[in-house]
């Protein structure tokens, strides 16, 4: 198991660039494959991106090109950058952790933060 904390969200106008972190807990963070999600409200959680532990990344059409997840395997960390901010990116940002390969869906991943909230005014 990972603990996972998020943090980085906050209130930015469309166009705009936000930056979120997610710190694991752990010894074994680099085993695990990492992933952002997301949940606007009565919408269902969606992939956003994932990173696996050498690196390889994998993104939503939504984020492709606007969007890059990267992580830091000495800090037990993993960001997202988000640029080019849109008001349908507006959302509560999830940061998951499992082992094995990096996937798409969230019913993969049984460790997760408790996110933090991403608005983007139009």
């Known amino acids: 198991q990972v603990q996972l904390v998020e943090s980085g969200g906050g209130l930015v106008q469309a166009g705009g660039s936000l930056r979120l972190s997610c710190a694991a807990s752990g010894r074994t963070f680099k085993t695990y494959a990492m992933g952002w999600f997301r949940q606007a409200p009565g919408k269902e959680r969606e992939f956003v991106a994932a990173?696996?532990?050498?690196?390889?990344?994998y993104y939503a059409d939504s984020v492709k090109g606007r969007f890059t997840i990267s992580r830091d395997n000495a800090k037990n960390t993993v960001y997202l950058q988000m640029n080019s901010l849109k008001a349908d990116d507006t959302a509560v940002y999830y940061c998951?952790?499992?082992?094995?390969?990096?996937?798409?869906?969230?019913?993969?991943?049984?460790?997760w933060g408790q996110g933090t909230q991403v608005t983007v005014s139009s």
């Open positions: 998951a952790a499992r082992r094995g390969w990096a996937t798409q869906s969230p019913d993969d991943y049984d460790n």
């Open positions: 990173i696996t532990w050498s690196g390889t990344t």
